[in-house]
């Protein structure tokens, strides 16, 4: 009563539209309402763009909004399931009887993921095949924890998706029979990465780069019984760039002793593998254009491996060493990098004890460093600290964690380091708020500062990512793709087991967590809120 009625249209394509009148709008600005024409919302003005501008639309939502959108109107439905090119999966073998309907409306697919979760039963050969049949395009494959696929439904999918570009399995059944036929099928792969394959049994044949060998760029292998299988692979890649072993058995040392003269890597993580100075010298002679080189726990190798790759890799950019507080590498290493390696960029230093002797050659030496890492050095001092203050003066990004640095280290850096832009300072006991406070005035708001007390009864909390050391090429552009992957499931409910898992395992690498989270969110520009972490 007392407002002007509401007259209905019956819009062909949708529900009754209604007309709005400016007096049953809000009175936010009642003289232009009052002067305006009733305005009608019966037109759809979307259907004077073409179908390129509104996928565009559709490229910059999230995956929620782009499921919402398609509910619009039989248009937007079409649309935004031939504009999707990712697609994330629950692969419990319900997915079996919805892949026709799926895959006809998602036709444009290239990048497919398919995750089971641990309890439930995955789909199988016949679901992968019939996936492969509708994605003739396909050019990137995830499988996670589905062990009903065999080597035979692996080889028939390789048939089909010849275009593949990526490989990731992991937790699957299959083995080296189903790799084989990948890489023999697939001349365009240029990555793999492979996490507990459980096919790999003892006496497993041997995996070689077949026609991908002149493709293949990158190989991530991860918690692997019987890794050695993949020597001829590794071997083979004439274009090799980026080597990752994680966590491996066997001895490796023997494979590295084998690779190619010279080599295109660039890029070497070697982290608890069973590898010796012998090792990092043939990738010495063999990598004369190293960049990146992680060592993380491998206990065999010393200042003379590391010496090694400091004399032959003069472009060597980033170091990353954990020494696992077993003092075999430390300032003799440390100095032959300062000495031969210029161009560092990044120093990542953890159970290393180094002192003012190598980190002063590395801040006079390695003029162009600018993100440095120590974390729980019984060495780094004060007087270490005021070595970097004085001497980096391209430093941007420190990153101190449980060594005995007091105040006095946090007076030096106030005036040293004129390009620093961000600290932080963890469970470094001589350093009060008072110290953090102090450097944060007097370098105003160029300058933020994160400490972090760390105290027994439970400091702030840092989130981190899943694997602490392995922020390398692989897993990163994985992550990338499950971030605009829509998640379509099946209809059954999702078991809630891995999050203890999950928690377990950052609590064993929590002191890597730390310098991996630091450094990837200063990469990726922040804020300047700290890291959280799970400890």
């Not at 990731?168 to 793999?192: I, K, Q």
């Not at 161009?343 to 030496?365: C, D, F, H, M, R």
């Not at 162009?368 to 019984?378: F, K, N, V």
């Not at 099946?490 to 999050?499: F, V």
Request: glycine fraction near 10%; include cysteine.
């Amino acid at each position: 009563m007392g407002q002007s009625s509401s007259t209905n249209a019956r819009n062909p394509s949708g529900p009754p539209i209604r007309h709005i009148s400016a007096r049953s709008m809000p009175r936010t600005n009642d003289a232009l309402l009052l002067s305006s024409p009733p305005i009608s919302l019966g037109r759809d003005y979307t259907s004077d763009l073409p179908d390129e501008c509104l996928a565009l639309v559709f490229h910059s939502l999230g995956s929620g909004d782009r499921k919402n959108c398609s509910l619009v109107c039989h248009r937007w439905l079409l649309l935004e399931g031939q504009s999707r090119h990712r697609l994330s999966l629950d692969a419990r073998s319900a997915l079996l009887s919805a892949v026709p309907s799926l895959f006809s409306r998602f036709d444009s697919v290239t990048k497919l993921a398919l995750k089971c979760e641990r309890r439930s039963v995955s789909i199988g050969d016949e679901a992968l095949v019939l996936i492969s049949l509708r994605c003739r395009n396909l050019t990137r494959l995830k499988l996670r924890a589905c062990r009903e696929i065999t080597d035979a439904g692996v080889a028939a999918f390789a048939s089909n998706c010849g275009d593949l570009r990526k490989l990731s399995c992991g937790s699957c059944a299959f083995g080296s029979e189903g790799v084989n036929a990948v890489l023999e099928s697939c001349p365009n792969l240029e990555e793999l990465s492979i996490k507990r394959l459980r096919g790999l049994a003892e006496g497993s044949s041997p995996i070689g780069p077949g026609k991908a060998a002149a493709s293949l760029k990158v190989i991530c292998l991860k918690e692997l019984y019987n890794g050695q299988c993949f020597g001829p692979l590794i071997i083979g890649s004439k274009n090799l760039r980026t080597l990752k072993l994680f966590r491996c058995s066997g001895e490796w040392d023997q494979v590295l002793d084998m690779m190619p003269q010279p080599s295109a890597l660039v890029d070497v993580h070697l982290e608890r593998i069973q590898v010796s100075d012998r090792g990092l010298s043939m990738v010495a002679s063999s990598c004369g254009d190293l960049e990146v080189l992680h060592l993380v726990k491998t206990p065999e190798c010393t200042n003379a491996g590391l010496a090694s790759i400091a004399d032959r890799c003069r472009l060597l950019r980033k170091l990353h060493i954990d020494g696992w507080k077993t003092n075999r590498i430390g300032d003799e290493g440390l100095s032959a990098v300062a000495r031969q390696c210029p161009n560092l960029q990044e120093l990542v230093l953890i159970g290393v004890n180094p002192t003012v002797a190598s980190l002063g050659l590395i801040a006079g030496n390695c003029k162009g460093l600018q993100r440095l890492a120590l974390c729980g050095s019984e060495t780094i001092g004060d007087l270490e600290i005021s070595c970097i203050a004085a001497k980096c003066v391209a430093l941007r990004k420190l990153c101190i964690k449980g060594c005995p640095v007091s105040d006095n280290g946090m007076e030096a850096l106030a005036g040293g380091c004129p390009n620093l832009v961000k600290v932080k300072v963890k469970k470094c006991r001589g350093v009060t708020p008072e110290g953090a406070d102090s450097l944060r005035a007097s370098r105003g708001s160029s300058l933020a500062v994160n400490l972090d007390m760390g105290s027994a009864g439970g400091g702030s909390v840092v989130e981190v990512g899943e694997e602490a050391s392995e922020n390398g090429a692989v897993e990163a552009n994985a992550g990338d793709e499950g971030e605009r992957m829509s998640v379509i499931d099946t209809g059954e409910s999702s078991s809630g087991g891995r999050p203890g898992l999950a928690k377990v395992r950052h609590s064993l690498v929590a002191g890597r967590n730390f310098v991996t989270s630091t450094f990837r969110r200063w990469s990726n520009g922040s804020s300047h809120n700290p890291p959280r972490s799970i400890e």
